[in-house]
Every structure is written in structure tokens, then in C-alpha cells.
């Protein structure tokens, strides 16, 4: 997420109530994910295990819960609750508006596009041109449609990260206040869920093509003409990349990169970064034709049973 | 479910059609699931299997298809078909009222709270302070939201127990008449389904979390401070306890308990309770370190193999 | 998919720009799906694979692309791009409508039809008698219910099939202009999705019954008096025949049959065609008892392994 403007790390100290290390006019550009974000803008940390991560990353200032020593070229806000004051900078930013209207009046609508009856527009949403919104489509707020779009009915686009921090007084959510940005040419089938990235984008690349009943979990980024069937669950920060294949009822854990081109097949749960150009299968998934031969090989146990017991 | 007075015993088996057992002023206050059922309370009951289960519960008034001997201090009602003659109760106390506003007039709607455009707020909805209730979602008749609960858009409160009993003719569906219940603080994903019970609750507890397009059967309960994944699947009369976490896509058979604080990983299939504490996997699930095992023996199939053959 | 009237194949080959062989007024009365296809109707085939299945159907005319012999009382329609031609046809005799009113002035709502807030009825639905169509329900073009039919909140009939050729310069779409026939009697749950025929229809059988979240692909056959739990996938060209039940999150891949009265147990992949009267289990589903058994096998591994080991 960029700010309206360019804020100074001190203002940016104010809004949080929280110490910095560095010039006091240290420019911050915005804020983001640590798998996406770029040189200007804060990530946070509050876990031992990750402040390396971190500090190492392309973030140019990182909201920590510890006093360490700040990278060269690089500032630190430094805070008892990173996690807390995150919040605080997304509320800030982008605090949820309410709309009176179905379709808002700050939305933008290209010419040739065609929304169907009973959908929501929310704030500052645009759609390109020639698209085709069936009835009952929910676009939350400063969500991206790109042109010749087709999103089939009750699809949703910008329900919020699944995220939270167990604290003793029961669950704190981290707020999202990131975009679903949908590429041109892609279409998505019915009563799928896209949420939107916590600071950044959730974003489905040019061409792609969703089945009905999909999750895309926040700030994750699917590639160009990928093909995903229906009821294919995908965790939040996931990469995939261009032309991947992903079969019906698939899960995806968060985090994960899967490599171009690579196949999926049906009901896989796929644990951990798949290579490109491979065919995968199983819960959890292995290359298929490795799972295809266990498979086999469970159907030998009886025999392999008997001999044992013959002798 | 309570009656909106107490009604005789006599008034009851009047309304169906049936003798009684019982002084004819027994007092009845409802009717209930079985799992759930509070003295004062009908159950019914028509196969043999389950006879003793449903004398032998707290309700105070058995509709059963069989003269058996009346248990101390309560009635019964003597029917020969027992499914149908609940169903006229439930019709009877509950019957299904159109809705000519999106937002019924009966509607109690708390201060603070945000209900987003094209929703639909049914008869007696009662939704507290400081909710958000984002676009196109559906809350049926009867449905009770506490405090400070968000409901992501496209997601449904209150659709129908799936429950059918199979006639010649074809099936006879078993009418809802319950209610679902959200607790405070409560956050549901975007396009869930939550079945309302069928005279009973269907209960999502205090400060639990659910991700998107999860659905939860009729008269089940869910505990508090829960965490469930998106695609996760919970058949009706499934108890959760507090503090459960669910994985994505994972599948709940109904009528069993989930204990305190179990965590069932991704795509996994409960067929069976699951003791308090501990971690489970695979379909159907075990416990994970059995399960981790099991898998890692099937990679040692090949090897035995060869031994085998060897010989 | 029927022409409003009877085209001759002059006019058809016309309309796509083809050359044809065979009277030029032989009658072309639709078009469609090649396992449903009736005399008089249009198929058509890219892919010599299937161009002997294509001109030995029912069909009375191919659309393909290869010169072959014109079988005896047929008439081809010999084209470069039957994928692209056949959309040429869907979108002249079934071009896509927007819709200015949430209930299209052309649709039909039979007597006693109850239909709650914020529905889309599309053009040219046809609703029977004594329905119930719950809010924030979609009924896309020329969809047919019957009576006494119950839809679900949420619920989408009529998004397009997941279908595309993949083209160097992107993927093109095979255009839907079929329909979703619902019979009598049938229920269906929230936020199901029901794709819509290509050219056929896709049709749920009288009685039927469906939970939420289920998803049912394109030109799909659902018998009568089945029972299909939530989150289970259908995909597209599939027959299921009469009371069959499959349980929750099962999968089913495009184009078999599953033979009357199966059952398929939760979570289990249908890879193939299964036998009518039998019970499934498993991804890949095999027959419940052997699958059965191959999960106790494997338990039996590790007691197998420390033999081997022994010696």
C-alpha cells in the first residue's frame, strides 16, 4: 500500500506512538508484505525467528519489537507491538468506509462494461473496459478490474486476510487495507472468494482462468494464463507462477511458490514449493508419478503380507 | 426451541394428531434435538436403535411410534409416524414467512452497527452493537448476532438442515424451525453457509473465526475462541469444544465431539470423536504423528519389495 | 439446444462462413453436447481422436476439420476452427442479454411461487408452482424450474462452463448458451453453483436433493432422487443416474457415469465410471470393502518392515 504522499519516519513515529531510529525525514513511501514489498516502505516483524528476515529484506524501514542495531541506509520504528501498531498504520490509511450506494458513486466504470443487477461496487473501485459483472458480484473497496473481465455471480473480491494474534484477551485481527487486483482477459467463475492483501495486492494475472467456488487467500499472486478448477483453496502469500494448472478441490499452503507451468491434480495439498514444469499429486503432493507408483505398491502389501506370514 | 407459552400435553397431541400418555395438563415448553434437549422439552424418536437413548434423555416428552412403558415423571405421545408429526410442530410453532423488505421490519439491528447494501435482514433478526455486515449477505428468520461481529459478503445464516427420510413416494424433508446463534466477536469468512438448527441452535461461540466458504451443519455447536480454515466441511450435531483449530478443507461427519483444543491439520476426514489436546491427520484422521508415520512406511513399500522378490 | 426453427444447412454454413457437404437444404433442427445429442442436431469435433465417435453419434451434422467421407444421411460442415465456428453459432441463436431489472419482464413465475429480497431472475426463466426461492439467489437466462422446487440462499444457476482452447495468442472460451433444467421437487442448497449447459442443458432429476456449497459442471445429468452433500464437485459432461448418494467433499471428474443407486463415501476422487448398486471409498475411489482393506494393510507395514529388518 503507497501513502498519499510521502510521510517522514517522524510522522510516521507519531501516528504509532512509537520510538525511530534514523533522520528524523527519512522518507516512507507506504507500507507492505515482506514477500513483495519494495525500497520506501515499512514491514513488521515481532518474532525473534524473523527479524533477520526482515531486516534483510528490501524494506526500507521495519517496525520491530526489539532494539537492534538499524541496517545501513535503512530506519527502524521501534514498538512493544509491532502487530498492534501495524493496525494502526492500515486503520490510518485506509480506514473502512461504509456505502450507501450498491454501486459507489466513487467507482469507475469503463465503457462496454456490463454489471449485471444486485452486485456492489464499493469506494474507489475501477473497472476496465468491456467487462462482464454477473448479478449478485460483490467488489469491495479500491479493488482493480482490469478490462474484458468476466466475474460470474456471488463472487467475492476483498473479503479480508484470515489472520490473527492469540492474545490473552482473545483474538486480535490484523486489518486489511490492501487491493485484489484482476489482470485483463481473466475470468473468474461463481462464488469464488479473492481476498485482499493485508497492505498489498492480491493478484490474479492476465488471462488466468478461475473455475466457481475458489479461495485466494490475501496477497497472494497468481500468474498469467493459469487454469484453476472449482472448489481449489489457496492460502494467503502463495506465488504461483505463469501457466500453472491447478485440478478441482486442490489446497494450498501459505507461503509457497509454485513453478511455471506445473500441474496439480485433483485434491492434491500441496505442503511446500512445488518446481516448474512438473505434474504433481497426493495430500501431500509428490510428483504424480512417484504417488501414482506408491499407490501401486499399497495394492502389493497383501501379497508382501501372506509371504511374510508363509513363512 | 421454546413454544411461545407453555402448552398442555393435551393441546400438543391435538395439534398432531396422536393419543398421549401422561395427565392430559403435562406441561411441554418446547421441542429440541436430542443432543441438546432440556427437560420440559419433546424429542422424537421412530427406530428401535434409538428408543432407549431418547426415554432415557432429559427430554420430558418422547414422540415415539411404539406403546412403550412411560418413564417416571414424564409423557409421551404415541405416534405412528413420528418425523411427519414433528414436522407439523414445527410448522405449526414455526412456520416460514415471507419477507417483502430486505430488511424485515421485525429486525432488531444495534447501535453502531453497519449493515453494507444488498443484504437480507429475515423476520426476528436480532443483530447487536458495532457489527459489520458486509454486502450480499443472507440472515434468515430468527437468527440471533451478538456484539462486535463481522459477516464477510455472500455468506448465508440460517438455510435448512440437509435431513430427509425416504418415503415410497419419494423424500420427506424434516422442516427447520431453529435458529442459528453468533456470538460476540465472532468473525465469519466470505460465502459460508450456516444451517439453523432444526428446533434446537446452531451455535458459532464467542471470539471464534471462521475463513471463507466454510459450511456448518444444523444444530451444531461451535465453541469459543475456534479457528477454522476455508472449504473446512461440519456436518450437523457436531459438537466443538473451545480453542479447536481446523485446517482447510477438512470434512466433520455429524453427531460426534471435537475435544478442547485439538488441532485437525489441511484435507483431513474426522469420522469419529476426537480427544481434547491433541493433533490430528488424513482421511480418515488419526492422530498426526501416527499418521506422519504411516506415511513415511508407505515410502518403504518399494524396499520391502525388492527384499521380498530378492528371495 | 433447438433453433427457433428449422435452419437449412446452407444457412447454417452461412452463418459460420464454412463449406458444407450434403443437400444444401438437408434440416438442422439444434445443436449439441456429443453424449446427448439427438438426430437433427449440430456436433462438432477438432481432434482426429474423436472425429469416428463424432460422425458415428447421433448427430446429423459434424462440424470438423478434416475432409472426410459423409457418412450416410449426415451432412458435414467443414471448417478450420470448429471450436471458434460452434461459438459462432452459440452466440447467433443465443447471444448474451444484459438484464436491466433484478426479475427479467420475460420470465415466468408460476402460481404460489414465493421469490425473497434480492433475487436475480434472468431472461426467459421459467419457475413452476409452489416454489421457494430464498434471497440472493441467481437464475441466469433461459433456466427451467419446476414445482415445488426449494433454492437456497446464495445459490447460482446458469454461470458459463469452465472450458477454453488454449491459443497461442491466449485462451479462447467455448461460449455457454445452454440451460440448467431443475425438476420437481428438487431442493438444492446455498450457494451451490450449477454451470449451464454449452448447448445442452444441465439437469437436476425430480427429487433430488443437494446441501450447500456443491458445484455441478456443464451439460451434467443428475438422476432422480439422489442425495449429494456439501462440497462435493461435479465436473462437466457427467451422468449420474437415479438415487444415487454421494457424501461430502467428493470429487468427480468430467465425462463418466456413476451407475444407479452407488453410494460414494466423504472426500473420495472419482477418477473413472463406477458400477451401479455398489459402495465407494478413497481417492482414487475403488470399492469401499477393498479400499478398506488396503487401509488396514497399511497399518500392517511396520510390523512387516521389523520382520525384514530382523533377519
Redesign the interface.
Known sequence: MRFPRTYTLKEIAEIIGSEFVGPSDFPVLGMNEIHVVEPGEIVFVDHPKYYDKALKSKASVVLINKDVECPEGKALLISEEPFSDFNKLTHFFKP?Q?????ISETAEIGEGT?I?????I?NNVKIGKNC?I???V?I?DNCIVGDEV?I?????LG??A?Y?KKRPE??E?LLSGGRVIVED?V?I???C?I?RGVTGDTTIGE?S?L???I?V?HDTLIGK?C?I???T?I?GCVVIEDEVTLW??V?I?SGITIGKGAVVY??S?VAGSLEAGKTYFG??AAEARVKM???A??????S??D??KGK
Chains 1, 2, 3 share one sequence.
Open positions: 473502512f461504509s456505502s450507501g450506494a450498491s456490463v449485471q443487477p444486485n452486485c456492489f464499493g462482464l454477473h448479478a449478485n460483490t469491495n468476466i460470474h455471480s456471488g463472487t467475492v473479503s479480508d484470515f490473527y482473545g483474538f485481527k482477459k475470468e467463475g461463481a462464488s472468494t481476498d488471462d482462468k473455475d466457481n467456488q479461495q487467500g494464463k487454469l478448477a472449482s472448489h483453496g492460502a478441482g478441490q489446497g499452503i485433483a485434491q495439498g495430500s501431500p507408483k506408491e499407490l505398491m499399497i495394492k502389493n502389501i497383501p508382501i503380507w509371504k511374510i
